[in-house]
């Protein structure tokens, strides 16, 4: 992919419940990012754990000293 189409931009629309468009405004607001950047940054986490999930591994939430608290599954 040249560096031309990384920064080529494709405009969506997109149909969003009222309560799904409120999480993503908080999430932005949160990050200090606007709402597209949260959105890119969700698909490219969704993106890791499908590659990980394909590959046989397991996508977990540890705590500071690295004990299990949750298991994500479903995806």
Do not use: F
Not at 34 to 60: D, Q
Not at 63 to 72: A, F, P, R, V, Y
């Amino acid at each position: 992919m040249s560096v031309e189409d990384k920064t080529k931009r494709i405009q969506i629309n997109l149909d969003l419940s009222p309560e799904l468009y409120q999480t993503i405004s908080d999430l932005a607001q949160q990050m200090n990012q606007e709402n597209a950047e949260v959105l890119l940054k969700a698909i490219a986490l969704l993106e890791v754990v499908v590659e990980a999930k394909r590959k046989g591994k397991y996508i977990w939430i540890t705590d500071e000293n690295q004990n299990l608290e949750t298991e994500i599954i479903g995806i």
